[in-house]
């Protein structure tokens, strides 16, 4: 188990748990505390938090911006990864696929979901499937982000 799904088992179930492993997770990765996510879920094959509506995300006409969106789709996706990454294996992202369907006019939600099993395939090539959506349930982005997903090197 890493770390970072360590941490998560730990403070999710705590009063203002959730809280405080988003401000974690935004000091392993400082990138993502742009957005403020607030994590939800996280679980083998599953990730999900919300990107909160506020000025510092938004673009010229008022929307969450586009990079945002995908930032808080990366978040998720690298939640899952930790939750689901075997101990013998490490993985890396090496690409990313976003349609922008719809307007972000509110929070976002974004999710990442793969399949566990796959983790465990010869193949390195791991998909997750990302999904952003509005409050009213709106899809405003939808993709793919491929990992590689190798062995640890001997040490």
């Given at each position: 188990?890493?770390?970072?799904?360590?941490?998560?088992?730990?403070?999710?179930?705590?009063?203002?748990?959730?809280?405080?492993?988003g401000v974690g997770f935004g000091f392993k990765a400082p990138y993502f505390r742009t957005i403020r996510p607030r994590f939800t879920e996280v679980r083998?094959?599953?990730?999900?938090?919300?990107i909160p509506k506020r000025r510092a995300v938004l673009n010229h006409i008022g929307t969450v911006h586009a990079i945002a969106v995908c930032n808080g789709l990366e978040a998720a996706m690298g939640v899952l990864a930790e939750a689901t990454v075997p101990?013998?294996?490490r993985w890396l992202p090496k690409g990313m696929e976003v349609?922008?369907?719809?307007?972000?006019?509110?929070?976002?939600?974004?999710?990442?979901?793969?399949?566990?099993?796959?983790?465990?395939?010869d193949d390195p090539?791991?998909?997750?499937?990302?999904?952003?959506?509005?409050?009213?349930?709106?899809?405003?982005?939808e993709g793919t982000i491929h990992l590689w997903v190798t062995d640890k090197p001997k040490r």
């Open positions: 188990m890493t770390q970072v799904y360590a941490m998560w088992q730990k403070l999710a179930g705590k009063p203002f748990g959730k809280r405080i492993f083998p094959g599953f990730g999900e938090l919300v101990d013998s294996k349609a922008y369907t719809a307007r972000s006019t509110s929070d976002i939600t974004c999710t990442a979901e793969s399949d566990p099993a796959r983790w465990l395939e090539d791991v998909p997750v499937a990302v999904t952003a959506r509005r409050e009213d349930g709106a899809v405003v982005a």
